[in-house]
């Protein structure tokens, strides 16, 4: 059994599918002060899920095609749905808008696309920026996060609901990975030269972070260097995301 079995915690309420291991997508939201749970209406979930206020947006397979569903906990009902064009990760904020990344598995950069759901307007939107779908995307009062790209270089940026965008952290090619936002500051975690994960923090007014050089002491990778004509070729690694190969070519014997 595969199936992931997603939950999403806002405050007090946890929404959750309460008998993942059957093939049924259904949700509840429980409040965790009263007890009190709530069912959604079926099918519900089955893909990615996020809740935020009122909200609760999930991803889903239908006849129609993979679908994006924004339910509005208040009403009881769904407030929008709309196509997914293959969502790898999502955000919710508090009125109901989502933004989304896609992406495809082994390029998650070079196939990258940054999309912008809301109640008034719930058809994707497709913004009109390199984004990376490999560490998520995050929307906080209008405001995206999300991970950019030019060539090998990484960058966490900011889209303001103006399409301006403004560099928060260059990680130029240091190997990132998540990150989150919370009021006025963001935190986001990198590889180090231990090959550990360093952990950073800043307030979203400062100048951009910059993690500098991908540099650091490369070791070899582990196994046997298999010899072809004469020529053995070995891994390099380097923790902070820089990688190559060391070439040894047999010359002639020496005596």
């Known amino acids: 059994y595969d199936r992931e079995a997603p939950a999403a915690l806002d405050g007090n309420r946890l929404a959750y599918d309460p008998d993942p291991c059957d093939e049924v997508p259904r949700l509840v939201v429980a ?13 519900a979930g089955g893909g990615l899920l996020d809740m935020r206020g009122r909200f609760v947006a999930w991803t889903a397979t239908s006849a129609g095609g993979p679908r994006l569903v924004v339910h509005d906990l208040d009403i009881g009902t769904t407030a929008y749905t709309a196509p997914n064009p293959g969502v790898t990760a999502l955000d919710l904020d ?7 990344v896609t992406g495809k598995p082994r390029r998650l950069c070079s196939t990258g696309r940054l999309f912008r759901y809301s109640v008034a307007a719930p058809a994707p939107e497709e913004l009109d920026v390199p984004a990376c779908a490999s560490v998520g ?14 060539g090998p270089t990484r960058t966490l940026r900011e889209l303001s609901p103006d399409g301006a965008v403004r560099d928060l952290v260059r990680f130029n090619r240091v190997a990132a990975w998540d990150f989150d936002v919370s009021g006025e500051r963001v935190a986001w975690a990198a590889r180090d030269c231990a090959g550990d994960e360093a952990i950073f923090t800043s307030r979203l007014s400062a100048p951009p972070s910059d993690m500098g050089s991908s540099d650091c002491m490369a070791r070899f990778g582990p196994g046997v260097a298999p010899v072809r004509r004469g020529v053995a070729t070995v891994p390099l690694r380097c923790p902070r995301g820089c990688f190559g190969d060391l070439t040894l070519r047999h010359m002639g014997w020496h005596s």
């Open 31 to 43: 409040d965790l002060g009263t007890g009190v749970t709530t069912a959604l209406p079926e099918p």
């Open 137 to 150: 995307v995050r929307i906080e009062r209008g405001r995206i996060f999300f991970l950019g790209w030019d």
């Open 94 to 100: 508090a009125d109901g808008t989502v933004a989304a």
